[in-house]
Each structure stands twice: as C-alpha cells, then as structure tokens.
C-alpha cells in the first residue's frame, strides 16, 4: 500500500504475527534490600561485566551495588525508538524510556503523562468540521482518500450504514477526533535537559518521514502507521502539553495512545534521516528511564546505569545500579545451565521457550522444586484454525464441477468441525494446562470479551449428527475412512470429508497438528496435516497458500491487543488482485479487493451482518454509549458462523532465579521487563 505524502495520512495497516525473539538475564550480586543510594562500581564475580571509572565515594562493604544482567539471544542492529523491534532491542528500550504509555492487561497506562485523554473528561473532543473537494478525508469503508464527488462518506453524526451518503459536492461537515496530552513535571533526559511536548512534536515528525520513506524497519507499523498517516495536526500548545487532530471521518477508538514518542531534538534535531540512522546517536540514545546507556561492546554486551535523572529517582528506583545485557546465543542446554549455576537471574521469553520446546515438564519440575521460578501465563498471541470459504478459484462464480468442493461454505459444517477439535486436549498435552482456549477472537480476560458467546466444547457425537444433517454420510461404520458427500448441493456426490490442514514447521504445531487430526478423525473427517516452511505459508497471493487464498484448513496465530480485531473477517478485506473483483458465495454482486493481496481475511468470509457489527464496533469511542455492546455483537455472529476456530492462548513464560522479586508478566506488554525499574532482589520475596 503505498505510503501517502507529507502530511497525509495513509491507510489503514495491520501487522502480522511474528514470532518474538528473546532475551536471558544473567549474575547478579544478592542482598537483601536495594541500596538507599546508587553509585556504579564494577561488578565483581559477574560474568563478562566490565567496570565502570571509580567515583569520588567508593561504595561501602555493607551497601555493594546491586548488578543484573540480561541474557539476550540476539543483539540489536541499533537502538532507534522508532526502528524495527527485536525483543532484545525491546528489553533495552524499556530500561532507557520508561512508557511513555505502558500496554498492559489489554488496555493503555499513562507513565510520563498526567493521565490518558477520555471524552469523558473533555480532553478529548468529537466535534463537526466542514470538508471540502481535496480535503484527506477517512470514507465509510474505513480508507484514507481524497474528497470528491462520488465519495461514499458519513456526514456529523453518522454511525449506521443507513446514513451514509455519497457526496455531490454540496456542504458537508464530518466527525473529527482530538485529544490532548500533557507531560508530568519535572521529566528530563538523561544528559538533564528537559523533556518539552516539543520533543514529542520532533517524534511524530520523524516517524512521517520513516513512513515516507519506508526506511526505519519493521517497528513503526506495530504502533503508529495509522495515527501518523491519519493525523490532520499535532502540535504543541505549551512546554508540557500537545493536541492530537485526526483526519475527518477518522474515528480511533485508540485516541488516547496518539502521543508520539518523543525524541531529543536538541542531540538529533540537526541530521537528516540518512545522517541519523548510521549514527552514534542510535547506538547511544539520550532516554529518560530509569537507566542510561555507558558503553556497548559489540558482539558482546550493553551496559547501563542509573540514570541520576530518571523522574522517579526520588522513590528510590530502580533497584539495581548496573544492568548489563549480553548477547549469549539460542542453546537452550547452556542457558538453563547458566539459571540453574546462577550465571541468569531471568530467562526471558524467547530464551524460556527455547526451553519450554525442549521441554516443558522439565521446566516446571525445577520450578517445584525450588531451583528456579517459571512465570507462565496465557499470551496476547492466539492460535486458529482457519476455514479456506472462498478458494480463490471461486472468485468468479463457483461451479461445482470445475472448482475445489465447497467443504466449508455451510456454517453447520464449521460448527460440526469445531466440535469435533479436541482443544483441551492440546492445552493440557502441550502447554501443560497452563493456557486456555478462547471462545472469539478476543481472549479470556480481554475488557471487551463477551461472557456470553456461542461454545463448543469437545463433544464428537454432536458434531457427527451435525454432519449426517449436511449430507457428510459414514456409509461404512469404519472410523479408519471419511464420510462422504450425498446430496450436498455444492460438493458431487461420493466425495471424500478429506482435506489438508496446513501449518508451519514449529514442533508445537507439529503437536497440535497431531492431535486435532486425531479427534476429527473420530467424526470421519479425514485431516492431513502438511508442514510449510514459514516463508513460503506467508507468502503474497497469490502465490502463497494463505494470502492467495488456496487452502482448504490452516492453523497460524494472530496477536490481540486493546483493540478489536473484527475487521481480520470484514468482506472488505478479502486479499486478491488490487485492480480484480470477486463474487462471494451465493451472491450474484461482485465485490472489489479494497487491500488487493495485502488484505487479511484469508477465510474469504463475507457475512454483511458481521461486516455492519464489526464497522459499528470500530467506529464506536469509549466512553460512547453502547460501545461495549457493540463489541458483545460482533463476538457474538463470530463465534456462531465461525469463520476460523479459535485454538488456544499460547503461553507467554519466563523463567527467573527465585529471589528475584517483581517480575510480572503481562499478555499485552511488548518486554517482560515493562517494570524494570522495580524488580529487586529479596528472599523470600512477598
């Protein structure tokens, strides 16, 4: 999609799942509390830490420097804020900036601002504004274009599909958001110039020129495409507070997080782009967290120290006084060795699952008995099986004897196959029963889940007499071969319930592969599993089996974060052609490829119900009424025509020395270490 000039947004992008990347911790020294004060001394008896210049007032026996250091399986390429995202880069991040808003328990905490922007409190505003023919305006389906007659568009007001209007040329005022922010006192970077809104400003005019030239990585799409491309201004009004201004028609249920990351215009403001990304500057970034930069022996290390500027200095944080990342490789028999000889105090995510693949019970049984801490929880990240509805040979017009057989057209078929998914069984096989299954695209413990979606529990005899009622006949009473078709109207008679399930190479989805075959095969579904490389899976339509739509069952993850991912099954995002059409199922109206092969309903779904609950959901505000019902009602048709199966919650684990204390894990936080700074040592901890 191409990236729209300066000072116009662009249209809507999501990201796709990747698989994070990971991080160990490693040595530090133990004592009982933090030290009342932090002064950096060289870190004695700590593998590869090397020591700092000696200060004026050497430390004392009775208060040695508290020193963690952080294993990474991977060393950053630099550490640009708004370049592409490594966890390792992440972990680091999190110790040199603090926020400066925190994603967590699936919703946003303000950390260097007084408080997020709400309509409840009037800080942020929802108010009519003339458009006119040019005017960057967001249209009613959801993309970023110019005004001109014909345009399909919501007049002030608007919030149905009924009172959309297709515009002539005659007056016309639309809805456009705004939200105000302003900074705590008193915040300073780590050289002690004051952070201002005008460094907030600098960000946002740096991540427009990234996005113009799609030179900074992967990073920026995870957060800002959308509230850069959609931005009508964003300015400051003061040393402390800025104003954020959508396009007309741009309705971000996500408004409260549009401040940009600010970024030291007085260390940077003087490079062009092409100056700043080799520079010093990125390997060597002013923050304003709870630690600062000191030195990065490449190949080897990165060390950090209290940051005497850090805005919650006066509590006393952080704990520790040297934090050292090192870059120590993926062997997962070494890196346990180093927890368990004391050489890690944390193994974070990638480095834990690099163990939890080698084995998972071993992990738990060394966290039972004392020798190391395992912090597992239900991830952001969940797995699916996805229904291939619309084949792309159906694209124009399904015809029975030439096209692949409709397996999955009738939502009874997709409901009889969910009930025949034993999905407990995998949580419990490979995950340990640590996880969960949910029941919708959002997960248990989303804010905006409903309570009250349609289930289906493991239950093979239901989803049998579902598929005698379709015509899927067991003719022969052997469970060792499939069903047949019999007078199913979009499959010939006498064919075989026999499709490939396809997924990648990872050896958890080689499992849950097994198993979920296994169980349908007990209600005569035939399911062979098919292992791709993940390159290839992932490939653009349409030669890639997913994006180009040519799959029967597919299993791949998608993360969920505080917004709501109904639009992954809009029939507005169906990937094809960018210039083609495509006639959905039943339907004699043909349909454009609005994101041509860039969309991500690789179902095909198209449902208009759905596609008008799912609109109403993204284009309701919180703090509007009936905002959560309108969420309640997108879940609700999901989880009854079933467009992909939802699977299971991967876990998110970490594995810590026992008397690290503070560690928490959140499905939503981008770093196991959101909370750095209060991690401390303590035995037992409380």
Request: hydrophobic share 40%; glycine share 10%; proline share 9%.
């Amino acid at each position: 999609m191409p990236i729209l000039p300066r000072l116009t947004p662009g249209a809507l992008r999501l990201g796709l799942l990747l698989f994070a990347l990971g991080a160990f911790l490693v040595g530090c020294s133990i004592t009982g509390e933090p030290p009342a004060s932090a002064t950096p001394v060289e870190g004695a008896g700590t593998p590869g830490v090397t020591g700092v210049a000696p200060t004026e007032i050497p430390p004392t026996p009775t208060s040695p420097p508290q020193v963690l250091v952080v294993c990474t399986a991977n060393e950053p390429d630099d550490l640009f804020a708004y370049g592409g995202r490594s966890p390792a880069k992440s972990h680091i991040l999190e110790a040199l900036y603090d926020g400066p808003i925190d994603r967590r328990g699936y919703d946003y905490q303000a950390v260097i601002l007084e408080k997020l922007p709400s309509l409840a409190d009037n800080d942020a505003r929802l108010e009519p504004v003339q458009v006119n023919e040019g005017d960057w305006v967001v249209n009613a389906a959801g993309l970023l274009v110019q005004l001109s007659a014909g345009e399909q568009v919501r007049p002030f007001g608007c919030s149905a599909p009924g009172c959309v209007l297709t515009w002539d040329g005659s007056p016309l005022e639309m809805a456009q958001l705004s939200a105000d922010f302003t900074l705590l006192p008193g915040l300073s970077w780590s050289d002690g110039v004051p952070l201002t809104a005008a460094d907030s400003v600098f960000g946002f005019e740096l991540a427009r020129t990234c996005l113009e030239g799609r030179r900074c990585g992967d990073g920026l799409v995870t957060d800002y495409p959308e509230s850069v491309q959609r931005t009508a201004a964003y300015i400051a009004l003061d040393e402390r507070s800025l104003r954020w201004t959508g396009v007309p028609g741009f309705l971000d249920a996500n408004y409260r997080t549009n401040f940009f990351f600010p970024m030291p215009e007085h260390q940077i403001g003087e490079l062009t782009l092409d100056e700043l990304l080799p520079s010093e500057a990125m390997r060597s970034p002013l923050g304003w967290g709870p630690f600062m930069l000191e030195s990065w022996a490449e190949g080897d290390q990165i060390r950090l120290v209290r940051n005497p500027h850090y805005f919650r200095a006066g509590e006393g944080l952080p704990n520790f006084d040297i934090l050292v990342f090192r870059f120590v490789g993926q062997d997962p028999e070494q890196n346990l060795n180093a927890i368990l000889s004391g050489g890690c105090d944390v193994l974070d995510r990638q480095a834990s699952e690099l163990l939890m693949d080698a084995g998972l019970e071993q992990l738990l049984d060394l966290g039972s008995s004392g020798r190391l801490a395992t912090i597992a929880i239900p991830d952001a990240i969940w797995e699916h099986a996805d229904f291939g509805i619309q084949h792309i040979s159906y694209d124009d017009g399904f015809q029975i004897t030439q096209d692949r057989p409709d397996f999955f057209g009738d939502v009874r078929t997709r409901q009889a196959i969910a009930l025949c998914l034993d999905r407990e069984q995998v949580v419990e096989t490979i995950l340990a029963g640590l996880s969960a299954v949910p029941d919708s695209y959002l997960p248990l413990g989303h804010p905006l889940a409903n309570p009250e979606v349609t289930r289906y529990p493991f239950d093979p005899a239901a989803g049998a007499a579902l598929l005698q009622q379709v015509g899927w006949q067991d003719e022969d009473g052997d469970p060792d071969s499939p069903r047949v078709a019999r007078g199913i109207p979009t499959v010939p008679d006498g064919t075989p319930f026999a499709f490939t399930y396809l997924t990648s190479q990872g050896e958890q989805r080689r499992q849950a592969a097994e198993i979920l075959s296994g169980s349908l095969a007990e209600c005569g579904i035939q399911a062979t599993p098919e292992f791709r490389d993940i390159g290839e899976l992932f490939a653009d339509g349409p030669q890639g089996p997913l994006f180009g739509r040519q799959f029967e069952m597919a299993q791949f993850a998608w993360q969920t974060g505080a917004r709501n991912p109904c639009d992954l099954y809009v029939s507005s995002r169906v990937p094809g052609p960018p210039q083609g059409e495509w006639f959905p199922l039943g339907s004699s109206q043909p349909r454009p490829f609005l994101f041509g092969w860039g969309g991500q309903n690789l179902t095909g779904f198209s449902h208009p119900e759905y596609d008008q609950a799912c609109a109403a959901a993204l284009e309701a505000l919180p703090g509007q009424a009936g905002y959560i019902q309108s969420h309640w009602e997108s879940q609700a048709i999901f989880s009854a025509e079933l467009p992909v199966v939802p699977l299971y919650q991967r876990l998110k684990l970490a594995v810590t020395r026992v008397d690290l204390c503070g560690f928490q894990l959140d499905a939503t936080a981008e770093s196991e270490l959101w909370n750095i700074e209060g991690l401390y040592l303590g035995e037992p901890c409380p």
